[in-house]
């Protein structure tokens, strides 16, 4: 069989205060806030709260404590706690402890409602949470999120309990992902899982993104793929249980070539947290590619296992080989519809560019469903399969998903929402960049961008305005492809010349706004679809300009 690397991940905790004083200031309120493995996966979601008094999470009778490891300072502010204490709690009777280097902290009252659920917590109850850590570094990196675990705290870990730093790192799950072929030019927003963008000065310097500065979104490790071994399955509702072999997949169907684009969900999403904060990755305008795709259509591959349009399937699941710690893999789904339309388009693709797919992007196959949401096009493609419902999988049921404004983490109901499919009308604006200066002598701007539509609409237009949309003028459409109607799956580049206005005040103030064959266009404010998961943002496109007098 084919080798997958799924090593234990990470619990992450973060814990945020809520400020909650009564007059005399006795007592405080606190909210923690946890991140497991499916919420961090999720482009770093999920901080959900809940409240409780300090007062008791210092006033724990903690019985196997050794005051004589303990200073007396340790032993009039917080308790010394052996590992073997900490042992002992590890489900809801006894309360659930947890540690991080020599500190011990409790998760009780959390665990029931980790939006991932509670057994990926579990996995770490009674336990040192150290070694999965380095599954989400991005939670490492920041000061911040230890600042607020360390509200948590019920007591020290005893000394000679605690875990050297190299065995609390020695399991490292993403040591065989594909680091030596990332390229340096990529903005890097996590390195476990590695999420990666493009420069955005060299987005649109061709039409398709080159392989090595192609965005990355992964939500696990990379798994390693034997292609000898590989076979991917086919089973499901109405379907003929097969299983198919990466050759047989290259000879038995046809051949069939597509260009598209590709959009994370989460792309500008740090212009919406700058609006207010969101939960997730700081995305910028590059979280989006596109290339030339060549496969077998998954239309063929549904027909040839005994598809039929009358069946009970609604919905084809996408499993990839890429699992978590409990070995749940990634797994999305799509309406049937797209799956089997003949003008879906949707492809098992094994090339990129002309090239082999690279292991980043999916190898040896991942799916590529053009005009849908980034999430759907699932990676290291291990099984179709065929439902009645639409996948149970975390990346499906409680994330990418839209809430209005008002909506928070803490008062959220994925169940109530639909996944994200289709993405709305985009623009961008990827020359000059922000903060750059010209010349007031120059007289002209030179603007640069990309348009998207998802659901194969094309685009008609995009305005540019260089005075905060007093203004516009319309761009010229570039390297437009010119897709049939109904199938333009791969962006439109555009550029535009713009006097600069002698009113200008030393600042221009560039955005754009594009407009698609179905007359969407693109809303004037963050504020109006802002969300808790910073998720679509297609607002109007903002950069500032300086301009400088000679």
């Known amino acids: 069989m084919f080798r997958v690397s799924s090593r234990l991940p990470s619990l992450v905790l973060r814990n945020h205060v809520h400020a909650s004083r009564v007059a005399d200031g006795a007592t405080k309120r606190f909210g923690l806030e946890l ?9 770093g979601m999920g901080l959900y709260a809940y409240s409780r ?18 200073s007396p300072t340790e032993e009039t ?20 402890w947890v540690t991080y280097r020599d500190t011990v902290y409790d998760i009780t009252e959390f665990v029931e409602s980790h939006p991932g659920g509670p057994k990926n917590i579990m996995l770490a109850a009674g336990k040192a949470i150290d070694p999965f850590w380095s599954f989400y570094q991005v939670h490492l990196d920041s000061d911040n999120a230890k600042e607020m675990l360390e509200e948590l705290k019920i007591g020290r870990l005893d000394k000679k309990d605690c875990l050297p730093t190299e065995d609390a ?8 992902d594909p680091w030596s072929h990332r390229s340096p030019l990529m903005k890097i927003n996590s390195r476990k899982p ?10 649109t310097d061709s039409f398709y993104t080159p392989n090595s500065i192609f965005m990355v979104r992964n939500h696990l490790p990379v798994p390693e793929v034997d292609v000898k071994d590989y076979k991917l399955g ?11 072999t990466l050759e047989e997949l290259k000879t038995k169907f046809p051949q069939h070539e597509i260009s598209a684009t590709v959009q994370c969900a989460g792309n500008r999403r740090s212009e919406m947290s700058k609006a207010k904060k969101v939960r997730g990755l700081g995305c910028c305008q590059a979280s989006i590619s596109t290339a030339t795709w060549k496969g077998v259509k998954l239309r063929d591959i549904l027909l040839y296992a005994g598809f039929k349009r009358n069946g009970a399937a609604q919905h084809i699941e996408f499993e990839g080989l890429d699992k978590d710690m409990t070995g749940e893999p990634y797994a999305v789904s799509i309406p049937v519809e797209k799956a089997v339309s003949e003008d879906g388009d949707v492809l098992l693709a094994y090339e990129m560019n002309g090239e082999t797919l690279p292991r980043d992007h999916g190898f040896p196959i991942r799916v590529v469903v053009p005009g849908l949401a980034g999430a759907r096009n699932a990676k290291w493609l291990s099984k179709i399969i065929a439902r009645k419902d639409e996948s149970h999988g975390f990346w499906q049921q409680n994330d990418y998903k839209i809430f209005d404004p008002s909506v928070t983490m803490e008062t959220a109901d994925f169940s109530s929402v639909p996944a994200i499919q289709e993405t709305p009308i985009q623009s961008a ?18 603007i640069k961008g990309y348009a998207f539509s998802g659901g194969g609409r094309g685009i008609n237009r995009v305005d540019v305005s260089v005075d905060g949309g007093k203004s516009w003028q319309s761009a010229d459409i570039q390297d437009d492809l010119q897709q049939p109607y109904g199938k333009r799956w791969a962006w439109t580049l555009w550029t535009v010349d713009v006097p600069i206005p002698r009113e200008h005040a030393g600042h221009l103030d560039i955005c754009c706004r594009a407009v698609d064959s179905s007359n969407n266009s693109q809303p004037e404010h963050i504020e ?19 301009v400088e007098e000679q």
């Open 77 to 96: 502010t917080v308790p010394v706690i052996t590992r073997a204490e900490v042992e002992r709690h590890a489900s809801k009777e006894t309360g659930i």
């Open 528 to 546: 109006q679809i802002w969300n808790f998961r910073g998720l679509l943002n297609n607002s109007w496109h903002h950069i500032q300009v300086n």
């Open 169 to 176: 790192d020695a399991e490292d799950a993403y040591s065989n």
């Open 53 to 70: 008094r300090r007062s008791s999470l210092l006033s724990y009778k903690v019985n196997a404590i050794d005051s004589s490891t303990a």
């Open 194 to 203: 590695f999420d990666a963008e493009p420069p955005v000065n060299m987005m």
């Open 234 to 244: 086919i089973e499901g509702e109405g379907l003929q249980s097969l299983e198919l």
């Open 35 to 43: 991140l497991g493995i499916g919420v961090c996966v999720a482009a």
């Open 429 to 446: 604006i990827t020359e000059p960049e922000d903060g750059s200066s010209v010349a007031a002598d120059d007289e002209m701007v030179a």
